[in-house]
């Protein structure tokens, strides 16, 4: 696959300064993008290390829930 690589372009990528997930940039190939996803499916290690990898990244679960409970806090505070 004859991709250009500009650096980390994927958010995941850029938090963790390195690559975890693939960046596919340029004219894409349906094949060549259909292979790489069929490696990762019959070869379900790599996809545990990138998953590993990204919830390290990622921190802790719940940011979607205290964002909503502050706006709701805030919310209630001016009488809305």
Wanted: charged share 30%; net charge positive; no cysteine.
């Amino acid at each position: 696959m004859v991709l250009r690589k500009k650096g980390l372009l994927a958010w995941p990528n850029i938090w963790a300064e390195s690559e975890i997930v693939p960046e596919l940039v340029g004219k894409l190939q349906p094949q060549e993008v259909a292979n790489l996803v069929l490696d990762y499916l019959d070869n379900p290690e790599k996809l545990a290390q990138i998953r590993d990898k990204l919830r390290k990244v990622r921190g802790e679960p719940g940011a979607a829930i205290k964002l909503a409970n502050i706006v709701r806090e805030e919310i209630v505070k001016l009488g809305i």
